[in-house]
């Protein structure tokens, strides 16, 4: 019954994401479309994130980490392209790129071996300490990139012309959101898959009871790290097209506040639910769309209603809708 | 001794001033239920969680299978073979009963990190662990969340879970904890069928199931095993009687 119900809400979530950009097409209002775009951005990050703090029970507050790095790979790689400065000349020649298909898998090779790293290190601690400590990670590299002016720093690095993919006009607002709206549902197909794989069901078994892991002989760290990296990956893929979007990337993107925004998606719309980080991503955009505008503290109410669902709703806003789950 | 399938000699542990467990000298053998009995806070625990290794000891050697496993983990332990219970539930509280038992399955076949077949539908792990199910009679609570099954059914469960390990010994800490005589009843006889598959160790306060059960009895008094020996032996033991069964006898 309320499997039926989520699969409802989430029908409702799905169609509605790729029906308002068509509609704001035939009414020739782009700027919506950007808006929907960034929708699906930011759902991807929160898919990414609630991997592990949805599914995985862990508190990572260092997202931003993979996201800027994700931004940053776009970033750099279009800027030596198209500066048609090559990134080293010895002992081997590497060049830039404006090929998304590229970028992608540069984001995801390098945010797979940071999120080894950091996972490695934090892994080792719970609760708080590990609260901090990604916190503390991402700050670094944050901090890094503001004092490395190379790219920009502080001012950040801009890409002139959106990059490329094979056989779309990615410059064609609506054919960019459709390639993101794309992209956002193989992560969630790829995430719904995981979660209910064997690696899936001993993750969310690391999550209810470490002990009980251990003594069935399932060591929780390696799960847990294999989960970091594959979160970190899907979140790195959202932060280069995030970068695309606003051909443009700084170090707002690494910074701790996004870390924040994107928990902000997955806890408001549903901490270990497949559609939550959609429903929390799109709930995000409208209040600071319908808000922002006209009212400098918006983040005030969205602080209240953040406060009401960790308190009284912990399946966020799918959770309220589609009622509470038999088991997982 | 040759055939003792876990030994413990000068196993020992202390937490601030207080001995745990104090110079432990034990064996567990091939067939037999070996009962750990003593007061509250003897260690009883304590000695189950040196032996499974989710405490270190400050001193001596656990060997199983005959080798020395001191340097070993938890996990590492559990998949040599070492099944333990926890005298208070420790289950998967949002998994359904089915999928508390299918965990243990995916550890046994050791392919875990599986990332895209769906494994409710998997067979080799919902067959044996529904087998299970059936042989502890929880095979109607399947589909039920192990929150939302009664106290005397995840005393079940836990047994359920060791069972699907396959473990080469047991380590069942007081598995009839708040059963009901009529739960107790039916696990001594269960248990009493168990010990031809793997050897018991048997922490237990419940006396007449220990003394159905056990082919030999330690008794643990402040960390120390004061006594060894048959049912009828620790029966008519004057320390035993004075420290411990004294109350009851
Ligand atoms: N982690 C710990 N730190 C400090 N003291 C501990 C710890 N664990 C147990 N103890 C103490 O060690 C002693 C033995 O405890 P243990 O739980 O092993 O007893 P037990 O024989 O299992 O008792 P019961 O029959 O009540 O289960 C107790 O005094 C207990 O308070
Ligand atoms: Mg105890």
């Known amino acids: 019954m309320t499997m039926n119900r989520e699969f409802l809400i989430n029908s409702i979530l799905a169609i509605a994401l790729i029906t308002v950009p068509l509609i704001a097409l035939g009414m020739d209002e782009p700027f919506i479309i950007t808006l929907a775009t960034k929708v699906a951005i930011f759902a991807m990050a929160g898919v990414g994130l609630n991997l592990v703090l949805g599914y995985g029970g862990l508190v990572s507050f260092g997202h931003a980490a993979f996201f800027g790095i994700g931004g940053y790979a776009a970033g750099i790689l279009a800027s030596h392209a198209l500066n048609y400065e090559p990134i080293m000349e010895s002992p081997f020649l590497i060049e830039g790129t404006t090929q998304m298909i590229v970028i992608w898998i540069v984001a995801l090779v390098v945010s797979a071996l940071v999120a080894l790293v950091i996972g490695a290190i934090t892994l080792r601690t719970s609760g708080v300490y590990f609260i901090m400590i990604t916190l503390a990670f991402a700050q670094m590299i944050y901090y ?78 390696r799960i847990r790290l294999v989960a970091f990296v594959i979160s970190a990956m899907i979140t790195a893929l959202a932060g280069a097209l995030y970068a695309d979007l606003n051909r443009f990337v700084s170090p707002t993107m690494l910074s701790w506040h996004m870390s924040g925004e994107i928990m902000v998606f997955v806890i408001l719309g549903g901490v270990g639910r497949l559609f939550g980080p959609l429903a929390g991503a799109a709930l995000y955009i409208i209040l600071e769309h319908l808000l922002g505008g006209v009212w400098e503290f918006w983040q005030l109410p969205l602080g209240v209603l953040l406060l009401l669902v960790v308190l009284f709703a912990r399946g966020g806003l799918v959770g309220v809708l589609a009622g509470e789950r038999k088991h997982v | 001794m040759s055939d003792a399938i876990l030994s413990l000699s000068d196993v020992t542990k202390q937490f601030g001033s207080l001995l745990a467990s104090d110079s432990v000298t034990l064996d567990l053998r091939a067939g037999e239920i070996h009962a750990l009995i003593g007061p509250n806070g003897a260690g009883k625990s304590t000695l189950i969680k040196q032996i499974a290794g989710e405490i270190k000891s400050d001193r001596g050697d656990i060997h199983f299978n005959g080798q020395n496993i001191n340097a070993l983990d938890a996990v590492a332990r559990s998949r040599m073979g070492l099944a333990r219970t926890f005298q208070v539930s420790s289950l998967m ?157």
């Open chain 2, 93 to 249: 509280p949002e998994f359904s009963v089915l999928q508390n038992v299918m965990l243990a399955r995916q550890s046994v076949s050791g392919k875990v990190f599986r990332f895209f077949k769906p494994v409710l539908g998997d067979k080799s792990l919902v067959d044996p662990a529904m087998a299970q199910l059936e042989r502890v009679g929880l095979a109607d609570r399947a589909q039920m969340r192990a929150a939302d099954i009664s106290h005397g059914e995840r005393r079940q469960l836990e047994m359920a879970v060791a069972l699907a390990l396959e473990p080469k010994a047991f380590l069942l800490d007081e598995p009839m904890a708040g059963m009901g005589p009529e739960g107790s009843k039916r696990l001594t006889g269960f248990l009493d069928g168990l010990r031809g598959q793997a050897p018991i160790l048997l922490v237990e306060h419940d006396m007449d199931a220990v003394f159905a059960l056990a082919d030999r009895i330690s008794v643990l008094v402040y960390g120390r095993i004061i006594a060894t020996g048959t049912v009828d032996e620790i029966r008519g033991n004057d320390d035993v009687k004075r420290a411990y069964l004294g109350e009851e006898a």
């Open chain 1, 144 to 221: 890094f990139a503001i004092s490395w002016p190379a790219y920009g720093g502080e001012d950040g690095l801009s890409i002139y012309v959106r990059n490329g993919f094979p056989g779309i006009n990615t410059l064609d607002p609506i054919s960019f959101f459709a390639l993101c709206a794309v992209m956002l549902a193989i992560a969630m197909v790829f995430s719904a898959v995981l979660i209910r794989s064997r690696f899936g069901l001993a993750l969310q078994g690391a999550r209810q009871n470490a002990q009980r892991m251990t003594a069935v002989g399932i060591a929780p760290f």
